[in-house]
Structure formats: C-alpha cells, structure tokens
C-alpha cells in the first residue's frame, strides 16, 4: 500500500518504502494487508488493554452515537455522559481528586496539567513560577509544552524545542553510569541531591511543577529505586512544588493496581490519564486535580472571569460512553488483578534472557517488560540493536517497541498465560536469528 498522501507521525518522512498497514485485530492479535497473523506485544502503543474485539466497548459506542454523538462542553453546558464519566473517575481515582478535566490524547493531558499548574501559581499571584521540571528520558508527548517536558531528543531535534523554562532531572536508572558501584540508596541519594542542588540553582520560587511518570515507559522502561519517589516529593512539598504524576501507561492496571501512584505511594498534586482510559478504542484523556489545586483554580478564575483552556472535544460523549464502559470492565472483571496473576508469567518467561549473550539487562513490571541489550557488545550504535530486533521479531510474528536498548513488552491486559507465552517465545526466535545474523553462538 502506496503512503504518499499520509504524513507518518514519528517516523522519518519520506521513506522509499511503503508502511505496514494493520487491516484487522482480534482478542491480543492483529492481522495485515497480507493476511499475517501477529501477537501484540504492546497493545497497539501500550493502549489497547482490553484487546481489538471486546463488544461492550463496540456496543457502548454504538449507543451513545445514536443518542447523542456530540456535545461539547465549553460555557457551562455539557452532556450527561461526560459528567458521569468524570463521577466515574473521581471515585476510582487512587487519592481525593476534586474534579476532572478531558481532553484527546496523552500529550494534551499534559500541556493541560502544565497550564493549570501555571493558572495556580498565577492566582496565588506567583506568575514568576514558571519552569517546569521533568526527568531526562521522560515522556510525556509531543505537543509543545508536552513535548518540551519530554527528555528525548528526538522529540526536540528540527522543532526547535524544549521552550525556555524545561528542566531536566537525572533518570533514576540504576543501570545509568552514575549509579555505578552505588548501592540503591546512595544513589536515591545521589539523585535527591542533584534535584535540591537544581532547584537552590534555579530558585524554588521560579518553579511551578515536577511532572514524571512513575514507570518511565518510552525512555526504556525505568523503575525508579525503591524510595525514589518518597524523597522527591518531600523536596517538592517544602518547596511548593507542584507534582503531576503521568500516568498515560501506568494509568488503569498496567502495573497490577489501577493506578500506579498506589503501587508507588504518590501524592500527586494532578494525574494525567489517556491509553488505557478507554482502551484505545476512542481518543479520551484526562487531567484528575486535586481539591487543593481545584480550589486555587476556582479563586483565580473567577477573579479574572474566565478560565481559557479546553478543546472542541473535551468529554467528547460517545468516547467519554466507551470510557465509562471501560472502566466498568477494568473493576467487574478485576482486571489489576489479573496482571498480579500474569506478572509471573512474564517475569518468568522474560527471565530467561538474563544473562544470555548481548543482553544486559531484564526488567519485568506487572504486565510491563523490557529486554535492554548491550549495543556496543552488538558492534552496533546506541538504539540499533532494538531497531533490528523489534524488526526480526514482526518477522517471526510479535509486534514489539524499542525504547533506547530495550524491547519493550506491554501487552493487552487480557492476556492469557499462553497469549504471554507464545509472545515471548516468538520474541525468543527473533533474538536466536539476530544472534546468528551476527555471528553470535546462543
Ligand atoms: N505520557 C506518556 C507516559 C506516554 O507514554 C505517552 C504516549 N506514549 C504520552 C504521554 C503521550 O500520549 P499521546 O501520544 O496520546 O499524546
């Protein structure tokens, strides 16, 4: 299939050849334009938790396009599903949430937390409280101000990006060099004492917000050190720092609870959702505030008369109907506890590339896995031993990502054992061809 009319996003532009094109999905499997049958190791782009065939989700959209397919929600005036759906999330959100805020997609999640972090500190009259902290390899999307608090360069090279004000915190990477030979706690303390040295550098009271993920997913899936997260944000709460957790990935069972804030003890000032909020199966996200956030929000707005943020489709009705529906599966069906149960088979079947050759390491996360391999022990650049594997790996039936040197595994949430398992094995048999197509005996 011919692309010329189609500009690709993340991917370079202009390529000889034309793209793979995905024609059906079933349960945890797609199919192609040649009839190819593959596995999808990670849910389309880590969202599809529910799998490509669950009717409810169809029928829920069916309905509410028959219903009422739109409204929107600017001026005071919405529709009944969007106001259910932001009840919906309020209940289930893992720490008190005083309102949510919708909009289309992860990155707008986060420019939407960024501006309202911004609107707080302004009707608290500190409007100098501007700069925004992220952790390098973080990301949290491409849009500007999303983007700009994205830490990977490929997001910025040719845009002209990260706008003034973006500050970058060290990935709490144990593997990173500066970890090396420190135990887990001297380097969480290594890592709090960069940040407090940062913030003294650039002043506390220029700082509006920290936003990090608590997995970092596209920068080669990073779990923080045990702790990590508890001493962050006690500097974040004497400073006044604001905390938005991203949990576009984490959000809605990922890591075998709900949220990954639980799993992780957070206390996020704001939570950014999308993915897996409605399975993927319509563009949805949302941003859940705090009350405390809420009210400051509230004082400014009505002292300026106007609170200038939303979009066209924010609580779009019929995918805010097939978000309500979503989570009505995620908790009737348990789904976190069903990636509890699953974890092991990933954990076990991922774990038997430990210490196999060009591998360095292997990390598993609820139904989150990453295979990192070693590029230099390949003879290959930074980022090319994934870029083959994942290539090989479509070959041999699994769809897979690359994140720096690690294959990244998020699978749909409704995998079963042997769905995990043949994924893995299909993975397995693409790692024995790269490893022959360079010279390398298993
Ligand atoms: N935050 C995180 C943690 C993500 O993984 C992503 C997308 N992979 C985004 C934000 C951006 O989401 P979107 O692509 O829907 O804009």
Redesign the pocket.
């Known amino acids: 299939m011919d692309s010329s009319t189609l500009l690709e996003p993340h991917t370079v532009v202009g390529l000889p050849t034309a793209p793979h094109v995905i024609t059906r999905g079933e349960g945890v499997r797609v199919w192609d334009t040649e009839g190819k049958q593959y596995i999808d190791g990670v849910a389309g782009?880590?969202c599809v938790t529910l799998g490509y065939s669950e009717p409810r989700l169809v029928e829920a959209a069916a309905k509410q396009l028959e219903k009422l397919p739109f409204y929107g929600s600017f001026n005071h005036r919405t529709s009944d599903v969007t106001v259910a759906l932001a009840d919906d999330l309020a209940a289930l959100s893992p720490i008190p949430m005083g309102r949510v805020f919708f909009g289309n997609?992860?990155?707008?999640?986060?420019d939407s937390a960024i501006k309202f972090a911004w609107f707080y500190h302004c009707a608290k009259g500190r409007s100098h409280r501007k700069k925004i902290l992220s952790h390098h390899r973080g990301?949290?999307?491409?849009?500007t101000a999303?983007g700009s608090a994205t830490g990977l360069a490929h997001i910025h090279n040719g845009f002209g990006i990260p706008l003034p004000g973006f500050l970058r915190m060290h990935t709490p990477d144990v593997l990173s060099t500066q970890a090396n030979g420190l135990s887990d706690e001297e380097f969480v303390d290594w890592l709090i004492d960069e940040l407090e040295l940062l913030i003294s550098q650039e002043g506390p009271d220029t700082i509006a917000a920290f936003i990090a993920?608590p997995i970092l997913?596209?920068g080669g899936l990073v779990v923080p050190p045990d702790g990590y997260y508890d001493r962050v944000q006690e500097v974040l709460t004497r400073h006044d720092i604001l905390f938005i957790a991203?949990?576009?990935?984490?959000g809605f069972g990922r890591t075998g609870s709900m949220f990954g804030t639980t799993e992780f003890g957070l206390r996020p000032d704001m939570i950014?959702v999308?993915?897996g909020l409605s399975s993927a199966y319509l563009?949805i996200?949302a941003v859940l505030v705090s009350d405390a956030v809420c009210d400051v929000l509230a004082r400014g707005s009505q002292e300026i008369r106007s609170f200038g943020h939303g979009f066209t489709y924010s609580g779009h009705p019929v995918a805010a109907a097939v978000a309500r529906e979503t989570l009505a599966i995620l908790q009737e069906r348990d789904i976190p506890g069903r990636v509890r149960a699953a974890a092991p088979v990933l954990t076990n079947a991922l774990d038997k590339f430990l210490g196999a050759p060009l591998v360095r390491d292997v990390r598993t996360y609820g139904l989150l896995g990453g295979v990192e391999f070693d590029a230099a022990a390949c003879g290959m650049r930074p980022g090319e031993p994934g870029k083959e594997l994942v290539t090989t790996a479509a070959e041999h039936g699994v769809l897979l990502r690359f994140a720096g040197d690690t294959v990244v595994f998020a699978p749909p949430l409704v995998s079963t054992d042997a769905d995990l398992e043949e994924m893995v094995d299909r993975f397995a048999a693409a790692y024995r061809t790269f490893l022959s197509a360079h010279g390398v005996t298993a």
């Open positions: 782009l880590w997609s992860g990155s707008d999640a986060n990301y949290h999307g491409a849009t999303a993920e997913g596209a991203d949990e576009v990935i984490t950014t999308a993915k563009p996200s």
